[in-house]
């Protein structure tokens, strides 16, 4: 039966006298005084339809130790397989037991069955540890947004037909091996020709040409695709499931990609950005737009830090929402988990609004202060010029958290795939940077 803690720990796990070795051996001590963490990761390997009985891998408390590690050193599962075989700190940080090296393949199915929702409730311990040691009150919060990328692509029409062809090529051989026995051709060479004719192309006219001929391509290929579905029998077993659910995935978003590209260089007519399909094997990726900068696909998230520079919290947004409509949502998450409302506030000028001033008031809030006033006086903000001034560089403070979360916790870009992933690994970073701050900040 797979355990919860590791049986036998090693008399030998020592962690080194280095910065790193004493970070790892800091947040090693608060993760063995929260035991009861383990079993939410622990039901979450459960829930993944891991056996019960038997040897069954590693115990729930190194996979979550292991998934910390990963993401505090910003290693790829072949790089954390390595370090947990070849370093002392790692291998006592992540209390494997005795002679155990797992493998990639191992790490990458024990992590990945990690939930968002079990990270974050892990956060919310690690933050109520950091309130009883009064390290972090939730008292002064500022609040900000950033964008998440998705692992995808520089999306456009011709690369999103390329990548429809691709996948449907490859279920048409699956269903051959399956038994389906229609006659097809494989066109990718022809889409792949026409794609790239399209990315070297000037002049509209000229594109156009190559986009009709690319589309007719996909049509032909999703045409094979829908006589197969006909002939690939449903007594195929495992096998012929799991195509027949590809196939109810892939052909509705491959509509999509030709119906938006028609709809787009054919007709002329925009598509609106929260109905445009920006890849086909992300879906889920968001357009985002943040002023007058580059576009991002991934998702928004808004963010609430406190004078210690902990995360209070985290939004995985859905869609572009302006950030003016998410402040009092975030102070509202705010107030439900401390109990009361923070006495001052500060949120970047895209917040700003009168109704928002108001409404932070009317929820106890006495000083909220806008990095921008756009039209608020700062009377009506905050008590003082001199709050004014402290409370909108204390806001400029989070820049600093988020950057080092992009750079050294890989928020800038999530490379596990699908949303529920895509959500695990966003709080997984998160509990990763919290746990270590939170080491250093705790007295010795």
């Known amino acids: 039966m797979r355990q919860e803690r590791t049986v036998q720990a090693s008399i030998f796990d020592l962690f080194a006298e280095h910065e790193i070795g004493r970070e790892l051996k800091a947040m090693s001590e ?31 408390e190194a996979v979550l130790r292991c998934a910390l590690l990963k993401q505090h050193r910003q290693l790829s599962y072949q790089e954390l397989a390595f370090h947990l075989e070849d370093s002392a700190s790692f291998r006592a940080f992540a209390r ?6 797992p493998k990639k393949s191992v790490l990458h199915k024990t992590i990945s069955a990690i939930r968002a929702q079990t990270f974050e409730e892990i956060n919310g311990v690690l933050l109520a540890s950091a309130r009883q040691e009064k390290l972090e009150s939730g008292k002064v919060v500022r609040v900000d947004s950033t964008v998440t990328a998705a692992p995808i692509h520089e999306p456009s029409d011709s690369s999103l037909l390329w990548d429809a062809v ?7 051989q699956q269903a051959e091996a399956l038994g389906s026995a229609i ?22 006219p000229k594109r156009i040409r190559h986009y009709r001929e690319l589309l007719k391509i996909t049509r032909t290929t999703l045409s094979y695709l829908q006589q197969a579905s006909e002939q690939v029998p449903l007594t195929a077993g495992p096998a012929g499931e799991l195509w027949q659910a590809q196939l109810r995935h892939y052909r509705p978003l491959i509509e999509r990609i030709i119906a938006q590209t028609e709809q787009r260089v054919l ?17 889920h990726a968001d357009i985002i737009v943040k002023g007058s900068r580059d576009v991002d696909y991934g998702h928004k998230l808004n963010l609430t830090t406190g004078r210690s520079g902990l995360i209070l919290d985290l939004v995985i947004e859905a869609g572009n929402p302006t950030d003016s409509e998410r402040l009092l949502p975030m102070l509202e998450r705010h107030i439900a988990f401390y109990g009361e409302p923070p006495r001052q506030a500060a949120a970047d000028g895209g917040y700003a609004s009168r109704e928002n001033l108001s409404g932070a008031k009317a929820r106890g809030i006495r000083d909220m202060a806008f990095h921008k006033k756009r039209g608020l006086s700062i009377e009506d903000m ?22 080092c979360l992009k750079r050294a916790y890989g928020l800038g870009r999530c490379t596990w795939r699908g949303l529920d992933h895509f959500k695990a690994y966003v709080w997984s ?11 250093r900040l705790r007295p010795t």
Do not use: M
């Not at 608060?30 to 459960?46: F, K, N, S, T, Y």
């Not at 494997?96 to 090296?101: I, R, S, T, V, Y």
């Not at 007709?267 to 992300?282: C, R, Y």
């Open 30 to 60: 608060w993760l063995d005084e929260h035991g009861a963490l383990l079993g939410l990761v622990a039901g979450d390997l459960r829930r993944h339809g891991l056996r019960q009985t038997g040897r069954e891998g590693l115990p729930a």
């Open 96 to 101: 494997l037991p005795w002679g155990w090296n």
């Open 166 to 172: 691709r996948v449907t090529v490859r279920l048409l």
């Open 183 to 204: 006659p097809w051709h494989d066109h990718r060479r022809a889409a792949k020709k026409r794609a790239r004719a399209i990315e070297y192309t000037r002049g509209r």
């Open 267 to 283: 007709v002329g007519d925009t598509v609106p950005a929260g109905e445009k399909l920006v890849s086909l094997f992300e879906p």
């Open 382 to 403: 905050v008590s003082s010029r001199w709050v004014y001034r402290k409370l909108r560089n204390f806001r400029a403070g989070i820049e600093a958290g988020i950057s």
């Open 429 to 439: 970073s998160v509990v990763a940077y919290n746990l270590a701050l939170f080491a």
